[in-house]
C-alpha cells in the first residue's frame, strides 16, 4: 500500500479548560466518511474499547466510532511512524490526523516535528493549526501564562468556546486582545449545537513561511 497523497495533520491547542477534547469528541461523532487517526495525550472524554488494542507498544486503540486513538507518551515521530506501520497492516489510508496538545503545550515545537524529518514531510503535511480559547477566562489565562499566549500567536484560527457564560463586554475585550497577539488569524465563534465538520478540517490555513 502506497498513499497517492499527503495526510492531512490538524493540530487542535488550547489552554487548559478550554474545550479541546469536548470538541473534538463532538467533531468524531458526527457523519463524515472518513478514516481518522486522533494522537491525545489523555483519553479524556474520547470515548475509546479497550478490549481493540492494534498496537500496545504505543497504545493505538480503535475508538467506538472506527477511528484510532493514540496516547502520546513517547515522542510524536514514533507515534506517527507507528500509525503508518498500522496503516500499512490494515492495507488502510488514514484521510486525516488530529493532534490534541495538552493545555500548557506549545505549538511550535510540535509542528517543527514534522519539518525536522524528512519521512514525516514524505507522509504528512500541515492542515491548519486551531487555537480554543475560554471565553470567560482567556484575558486571565492571556495575563498569566506564556503558554497562553504562545498558542494564540501560533493559531490559523481561533474559536472562542464557553460564550454562554460571558458577556458581550467580556467578549468584545478579549476579541481586541486576540487581534493584538495574532491579527491573522481568523476569530469565529464556536457553538457547540452547530460545529460543523469542514469548517475544522480540509481549511489549509496553515503556511510554513
Not at 54 to 66: D, L, R, T
Request: net charge negative; aromatic share 10%.
Amino acid at each position: 500500500m502506497t498513499y497517492l497523497q499527503k495526510i492531512p495533520v490538524t493540530i487542535i491547542t488550547g489552554f487548559l479548560g478550554s474545550g479541546k477534547t469536548t470538541v473534538i469528541n463532538q467533531l468524531l461523532q458526527q457523519p463524515h466518511q472518513e478514516r481518522i487517526a486522533v494522537i491525545v495525550n489523555e483519553y479524556g472524554e474520547i470515548g475509546v474499547d479497550h478490549q481493540l488494542v492494534i498496537n500496545s507498544e504505543e497504545e493505538i486503540f480503535q475508538m467506538n466510532n472506527g477511528c484510532l486513538c493514540c496516547t502520546l507518551r513517547s515522542d510524536l515521530s514514533n507515534v506517527l511512524h507507528s500509525i503508518l506501520e498500522v496503516s500499512k497492516e490494515q492495507e488502510t489510508v488514514f484521510d486525516r490526523i488530529i493532534i490534541e496538545t495538552t493545555g500548557l503545550a506549545e505549538p511550535g515545537p510540535i509542528v517543527q516535528t514534522f519539518f525536522r524529518l524528512p519521512y514525516l514531510q514524505e507522509y504528512f503535511v500541515i492542515d491548519s493549526v486551531m487555537t480554543l480559547v475560554d471565553a470567560v477566562n482567556g484575558l486571565h489565562q492571556i495575563s498569566h501564562y506564556e503558554e497562553s499566549v504562545d498558542q494564540i500567536a501560533f493559531a490559523d484560527k481561533i474559536w472562542l468556546t464557553k460564550l454562554d457564560e460571558a458577556d458581550n463586554r467580556a467578549e468584545y475585550f478579549l476579541r481586541q486582545k486576540l487581534v493584538s497577539l495574532n491579527p491573522h488569524a481568523e476569530i469565529e465563534r464556536l457553538d457547540k449545537t452547530d460545529l460543523p465538520f469542514d469548517h475544522f478540517f480540509g481549511q489549509q490555513l496553515f503556511d510554513a513561511a
